[in-house]
């Protein structure tokens, strides 16, 4: 079993930029796929970005493009979300997930097969 942990949440003001961190249990993602997910109050869960596990392709939701960019150290057997120019439409709680196979955009928050617990973004206006 694998275990995600996610920090690094809190609340910043429009404008602003934050970084997320999840970090594994133990060394997998130099093979797996890497997602950020997120949820708002009231609403459903929401794609942000995937990584495959080569860090050679990335998929962003087009809400973010351009403003957020996710990475990985697997020497640390850690994932970022870094987020800069924040709006208040980006809050919401925001897990990261891990899933084994082929890279394929990985969209879809059903494929994933581990999950962090979440971590929450607060932007105020």
């Known amino acids: 079993q694998v275990q995600l942990v996610e920090s690094g949440g809190g609340l910043v003001q429009a404008g602003g930029s934050l970084r997320l961190s999840c970090a594994a249990s133990?060394?997998?993602?130099?093979?797996?796929?890497t997602g950020w997910f997120r949820q708002a109050p009231g609403k459903e869960r929401e794609f942000v970005a995937s990584l495959s596990r080569n860090s050679l392709y990335s998929t962003y939701a087009a809400s973010v493009k351009g403003r957020f960019t996710t990475a990985r150290d697997n020497a640390k057997n850690t994932v970022y979300l870094q987020m800069t120019s924040l709006k208040p439409e980006d809050t919401a709680v925001y897990s990261c997930?891990?899933?084994?196979?082929?890279?394929?955009?990985?969209?879809?928050?059903?494929?994933?097969?581990?999950w962090g617990q979440g971590t929450q973004v607060t932007v105020s206006s």
């Open positions: 997930a891990a899933k084994a196979g082929t890279y394929s955009s990985d969209t879809d928050y059903s494929s994933y097969d581990y």
């Open positions: 133990r060394g997998i993602f130099n093979s797996y796929t």
